[in-house]
């Protein structure tokens, strides 16, 4: 069994800064690219930021400049470090890894439980 596991939301003002985590744990093979998506209230969940597992990063416009993704494969882990927070970036957020955990197959998409940012204006 694989799980995810997100750390690090919470409550900022406008222009502050938060740093997410997520740790994959359990049978793990291998993992691919892994992302943050996040899911404002009456709205679609949407990518956030993506790395593959050589370290190639993407970005929607609305974030880049602003989130930088990470992730240390050794550990299996992500993070995503938000500056110049705005109350527009409020949503819950969410670590997808495309991940394999059985040799037999396949790879599938794996997803955390989410974690609250709440950008105050």
């Known amino acids: 069994q694989v799980q995810l596991v997100e750390s690090g939301g919470g409550l900022v003002q406008a222009g502050g800064s938060l740093r997410l985590s997520c740790a994959a744990s359990?049978?793990?093979?291998?993992?691919?690219?892994m992302a943050w998506y996040r899911q404002a209230p009456g709205k679609q969940r949407e990518l956030v930021a993506r790395?593959?597992?050589?370290?190639?990063?993407n970005y929607p416009d609305s974030v880049k400049g602003r989130f930088t993704i990470s992730r240390e494969n050794a550990k299996n882990t992500v993070s995503l470090q938000m500056n110049s927070l705005k109350p527009e970036d409020t949503a819950v957020y969410y670590c997808?890894?495309?991940?394999?955990?059985?040799?037999?197959?396949?790879?599938?998409?794996?997803w955390g439980q989410g974690t609250q940012v709440t950008v105050s204006s």
């Open positions: 790395i593959t597992s050589g370290g190639s990063t």
């Open positions: 359990g049978r793990i093979i291998s993992i691919g690219a």
């Open positions: 997808n890894a495309d991940l394999l955990s059985s040799i037999l197959g396949p790879r599938r998409d794996y």
